[in-house]
């Protein structure tokens, strides 16, 4: 029932008193993943750990989907040839993350057409800064600095996590994340340096998305609901404070020099603790946006749907062209 191949589905009473909880087969799962090995789709694992893994992987992969959106309608208004070709092959890019992360989803049971309904009914989540539009060039410019830079944080983290596929897909996935983050800081820097009105449009920005990308890493630890669990089987290399104090360290710095602020008067790095200290975002904000009543996630969800319902003749005549040209086996 719980080895590679099946379709998941909750659980009934009796797999999960035969299985679920057997110590036995838990103990060696846990004694593997304590000593590094990489756990694979045919490989026992316990219910809950699958069931983890498909949530947290498929919210990734809409992310990487719903990500594309914000940044894609700045395409045709890019300032520049070389802007709109760099923004072109990033929104590309991050379709094909989406690609890699379902495929690494469906390892585990759980059909992409499922997993699509679900982005699309609204019972699956996203990540929170998609939820907010990009109202200038300065947003698209924090978005590809900031939000990839973010994006890395944790994605470097838990490649190195216990589960092959997705490890295989985050390490792939940062690759071009480090790319993506060059172009950011590129564009970023350049409004920084550039006019007046360009640093003042680029401040602005940084104001609107500051709030939004602290919400990035999730709940404070004390209110997170699966880290704990997540940490232990090694599916998250760090908590959600830890990722969100390694963001300070590395970005933090690199905004000031360019003599830019924060809208947090509290923000600094506390040098006994050696951690950054702020102000607490506001939470219940955050929990609004997630659960579907942000700025935009009506309309991103309305394009999703869109797309997908448009391009319906498209996966069709893919499926019927691979039928009709399919070369029997034998
Ligand atoms: N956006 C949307 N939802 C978020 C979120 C965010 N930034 N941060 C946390 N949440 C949700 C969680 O999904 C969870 O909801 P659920 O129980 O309905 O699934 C809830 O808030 C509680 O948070 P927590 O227990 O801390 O969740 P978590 O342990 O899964 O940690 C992440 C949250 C984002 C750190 C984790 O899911 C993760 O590392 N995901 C993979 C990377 C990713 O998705 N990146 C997105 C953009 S590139």
Same mark, same amino acid.
């Given at each position: 029932?719980?080895?590679?191949? /099946?379709?998941?589905?909750?659980?009934?009473?009796?797999?999960?008193?035969?299985?679920?909880?057997?110590?036995?087969?838990?103990?060696?799962?846990?004694?593997?993943?304590?000593?590094?090995?990489?756990?694979?789709?045919?490989?026992?694992?316990?219910?809950?750990?699958?069931?983890?893994?498909?949530?947290?992987?498929?919210?990734?992969?809409?992310?990487?989907?719903?990500?594309?959106?914000?940044?894609?309608?700045?395409?045709?208004?890019?300032?520049?040839?070389?802007?709109?070709?760099?923004?072109?092959?990033?929104?590309?890019?991050?379709?094909?993350?989406?690609?890699?992360? @379902?495929?690494?989803?469906?390892?585990?049971?759980?059909?992409?057409?499922?997993?699509?309904?679900?982005?699309?009914?609204?019972?699956?989540?996203?990540?929170?800064?998609? !939820? @907010?539009?990009?109202?200038?060039?300065?947003?698209?410019?924090?978005?590809?600095?900031?939000?990839?830079?973010?994006?890395?944080?944790?994605?470097?983290? !838990?490649?190195?996590?216990? @589960?092959?596929?997705?490890?295989?897909?985050?390490?792939?996935?940062?690759?071009?994340?480090?790319?993506?983050?060059?172009?950011?800081?590129?564009?970023?820097?350049?409004?920084?340096?550039?006019?007046?009105?360009?640093?003042?449009?680029?401040?602005?920005?940084?104001?609107?998305?500051?709030?939004?990308?602290?919400?990035?890493?999730?709940?404070?630890?004390?209110?997170?609901?699966?880290?704990?669990?997540?940490?232990?089987?090694?599916?998250?290399?760090?908590?959600?404070?830890?990722?969100?104090?390694?963001?300070?360290?590395? @970005?933090?710095?690199?905004?000031?020099?360019?003599?830019?602020?924060?809208?947090?008067? /509290?923000?600094?790095?506390?040098?006994?603790?050696?951690?950054?200290?702020?102000?607490?975002?506001?939470?219940?904000?955050?929990?609004?946006?997630?659960?579907?009543?942000?700025?935009?996630?009506?309309?991103?969800?309305?394009?999703?749907?869109?797309?997908?319902?448009?391009?319906?003749?498209?996966?069709?005549?893919?499926? !019927?062209?691979?039928?009709?040209?399919?070369?029997?086996?034998?």
């Amino acid at each position: 029932m719980y080895g590679g191949g /099946y379709i998941f589905s909750e659980p009934t009473q009796k797999e999960q008193d035969d299985h679920l909880d057997d110590p036995v087969m838990l103990a060696a799962f846990e004694a593997r993943i304590g000593q590094g090995e990489k756990i694979e789709p045919q490989d026992w694992m316990p219910y809950e750990y699958r069931r983890q893994l498909i949530r947290l992987i498929e919210q990734h992969a809409h992310s990487e989907v719903m990500g594309a959106l914000p940044e894609g309608a700045w395409i045709t208004r890019a300032p520049g040839f070389r802007r709109k070709l760099a923004l072109i092959a990033k929104v590309q890019d991050e379709i094909g993350h989406g690609q890699l992360l @379902y495929n690494a989803a469906e390892t585990l049971g759980k059909p992409r057409e499922a997993m699509i309904n679900d982005l699309l009914s609204g019972k699956s989540k996203y990540s929170n800064v998609f !939820n @907010y539009p990009a109202k200038t060039w300065a947003d698209v410019t924090v978005i590809g600095f900031l939000i990839d830079a973010a994006a890395i944080v944790n994605q470097v983290a !838990n490649s190195k996590g216990s @589960y092959g596929p997705y490890c295989r897909a985050l390490e792939r996935i940062c690759y071009e994340e480090s790319f993506h983050i060059k172009q950011g800081y590129d564009a970023f820097v350049a409004l920084a340096l550039g006019s007046a009105s360009q640093r003042q449009m680029l401040q602005q920005a940084l104001n609107r998305w500051w709030q939004p990308i602290m919400h990035f890493f999730g709940p404070a630890d004390k209110n997170s609901v699966h880290s704990e669990q997540l940490m232990r089987w090694k599916v998250k290399m760090a908590s959600n404070d830890a990722m969100r104090q390694q963001f300070l360290d590395s @970005y933090v710095p690199k905004i000031w020099e360019l003599n830019l602020t924060l809208p947090d008067p /509290y923000l600094k790095k506390n040098l006994e603790s050696g951690k950054w200290e702020f102000t607490e975002p506001d939470w219940e904000e955050f929990y609004k946006v997630i659960n579907g009543d942000g700025p935009c996630n009506a309309e991103r969800l309305a394009t999703r749907k869109y797309a997908e319902e448009h391009g319906h003749w498209v996966r069709q005549a893919l499926i !019927n062209s691979r039928q009709q040209f399919a070369i029997p086996l034998a």
